[in-house]
């Protein structure tokens, strides 16, 4: 599917299932399909059903219209030769929590049974623990997998996506596209505790509830982007679903050191909530309501991931003591990159489009706030520059006039 990049004004379009030639809703399994055909697709793979051509030529017509009456085996067919894999499995259906650390499938590997945790944060705890097993096997290793499916949580999130309306939209209409999303950011950081209590035991429950708040962030920020509202309502939603966790991961590193500094670093400091923190290594969740694996079982499928951010991410955004432009700018760059890679097509050509305005957005921050530092030496006043609610020494202002190589350290983040 090609989608136009240079014009002033790009137009998105609802594209069709490639199978039933009904009216898609997104990449499923590395092709455009709807939820029917994609949802047909895992159900036969998951159960490694077998059918019969009921025709017994295999050559039936797919996509006639009457979705009811498709013979199985010919729509299976189909979706072998048009390209559908399981190695191209998305998170439509399944989220897990380290999306970046994986190739295309929503699969991690560990050595036990998969597992996939449903349930609401608004249940009590007597009542959670819903359980689904599915007897999927990861397809590139053929080991077997965790899956956490988070469905339940994403409807509030959903809704926000589903809809244009932005409570602040007349108080940000001047703004430049960089700067809305350095104002959404900055909101949802204004309810951060700087004083957040620390924990040692946790119900998973508990943490499913932060995941919550988080994806709720997540959808409330890409809304910020107007190249992001103008996509389809499922492309906004397939985007939202697999960026979120990246969006999350990021955006918690770099609050965490904002707040605690080198302590971040050193003590391997980490808030997982608005309101709570806790040191790797140092703290328990129970998943007893959830899975009979425990807590050792999870620890090591994400803890060695955790601690790896900490080089990545934490040690360059003290070195460079990153301002919320820049962390913002970065935070742009990871998200769309990445949902311009595994969307491809129209959630490509709206990336390109939108990462060139905050490019140039970025220069013209740097101009600007070069030329203030300048004005206030010029008058005397001490060489450093207050911006984005933080103060840096001069000499990092100075070296922000010829950014080229700062911007390179950045963008090495953003590759996370």
């Not at 620890?299 to 991931?305: A, T, Y």
């Not at 990159?337 to 097509?345: D, E, F, S, T, V």
Request: glycine letters at 4%; proline letters at 2%; one cysteine or more.
């Amino acid at each position: 599917m090609n989608a136009p990049t240079s014009s002033a004004e790009m137009t998105y379009f609802n594209v069709k299932c490639k199978i039933c030639l009904k009216t898609g809703h997104g990449l499923h399994f590395g092709i455009e399909t709807c939820r029917a055909c994609a949802a047909f697709f895992r159900r036969t793979v998951v159960l490694n059903r077998k059918y019969k051509c009921s025709k017994r030529s295999g050559k039936c017509k797919v996509g006639t219209g009457e979705e009811k009456l498709m013979c199985k085996f010919c729509r299976f067919k189909k979706c072998i030769d048009l390209g559908m894999t399981t190695e191209n499995v998305r998170t439509d259906q399944v989220i897990k929590d380290d999306e970046e650390s994986q190739d295309s499938s929503p699969i991690a590997s560990v050595s036990t049974d998969l597992v996939s945790l449903q349930m609401t944060s608004s249940q009590p705890e007597c009542e959670i623990g819903n359980r689904v097993e599915y007897s999927v096997i990861n397809p590139k290793t053929q080991a077997p997998a965790m899956l956490i499916d988070v469905n339940a949580i994403i409807k509030k999130s959903r809704a926000i996506l589903e809809t244009y309306f932005l409570p602040d939209e007349d108080s940000i209409s001047h703004l430049n596209p960089l700067q809305r999303m350095v104002h959404s950011l900055h909101k949802i950081r204004a309810k951060q505790n700087w004083n957040p209590e620390f924990f040692v035991n946790i119900k998973f429950y508990e943490m499913f509830s932060w995941w919550e708040v988080q994806m709720r962030d997540t959808a409330s920020w890409l809304m910020h982007s107007d190249e992001f509202r103008k996509l389809p309502t499922h492309e906004r939603i397939a985007i939202f679903k697999i960026v979120w966790a990246v969006w999350r991961r990021f955006e918690r590193y770099t609050m965490t050191a904002e707040i605690f500094g080198q302590r971040c670093y050193d003590e391997k400091i980490l808030l997982h909530s608005h309101d709570s923190a806790a040191r790797l290594g140092s703290y328990y969740i129970d998943y007893s309501n959830v899975s009979d694996h425990g807590f050792e079982r999870f620890n090591n499928v994400f803890g060695g991931k955790m601690i790896q951010y900490y080089d990545i991410i934490v040690k360059p955004f003290l070195e460079l003591k990153l301002t919320e432009t820049e962390i913002t700018f970065i935070l742009c760059q990871i998200i769309w990159n990445y949902a311009g890679r595994r969307l491809q097509g129209q959630t490509q050509a709206a990336a390109e489009r939108f990462l060139e305005q905050i490019s140039n957005n970025l220069h013209q921050y740097y101009e600007e706030e070069y030329e203030e530092w300048t004005s206030r030496s010029l008058e005397g006043v001490e060489s450093s520059v207050e911006e984005d609610s933080r103060s840096t020494d001069g000499s990092v202002v100075d070296n922000r006039k010829n950014y080229a190589s700062r911007l390179a350290r950045m963008m090495q983040i953003s590759l996370i």
